[in-house]
């Protein structure tokens, strides 16, 4: 993701990278550090449901340089509520195959509305992350962890599915492609 944001998010400067199901805070801690110092000033906004987000996470952040703020809300009403800006980044890991295809076209219409860039990493339905699912036995994980990846692949991208959800522009520059061995990357990019 830290690699994706740095070629696709432009040069230096402050930036907010809003994180639509961020859980705990942990993945875009991830990312921030990893661009530590190339980003100095930029916000983090961290969207879920759940405040799962701890004080020390929220330090660590200040730590890479960042800012971070929680705001407890539906992804996809925060997206129809929230003051969006152009040069906003929107970001999300293993989410979007949680959502029926309607409830995604949605939010990716209210994200092509207003932000600039939106990066999604999600899980990919192939034979072989099928095969990996099944696996998992092997590293010790157990059923609950088993279970739920198999649903994830099953619900995963293959192909161009997300960018046939992203609204008709001409002013978008949609990538959508396989990334290691089991992920499914979606990069939606302003040309403007």
Known sequence: MAGILRENAGGPGAREVVELGAG???????????????????????????????????????????????????????????????????????????????????????????VRLVVALEPRRSRLARLGGRLLWAIGCGPVTRHDAHISILAGFAGREISALWPANPNWELTERPVGLFSHLFVARRKE
């Not at 449901?49 to 925060?78: D, H, K, S, Y």
Request: charged share 20%; proline share 3%; glycine share 6%.
């Open 24 to 114: 705990d805070g942990h993945f875009l801690l991830s990312v921030a550090r990893r661009v530590n110092g190339q980003w100095p000033g930029a916000q983090a906004i961290l969207v879920d449901r759940l405040n799962a987000v701890a004080p020390e996470t929220c330090e660590e952040f200040r730590r890479a340089g960042w800012q971070a703020r929680l705001e407890i809300a539906e992804a996809a009403a925060w997206l129809r509520g929230a003051p969006m800006r152009r040069g906003q980044v929107i970001v999300s890991n293993l989410f979007f195959h949680q959502f029926k295809t309607a409830e995604l076209a949605e939010m990716l219409a209210l994200a092509a509305n207003s």
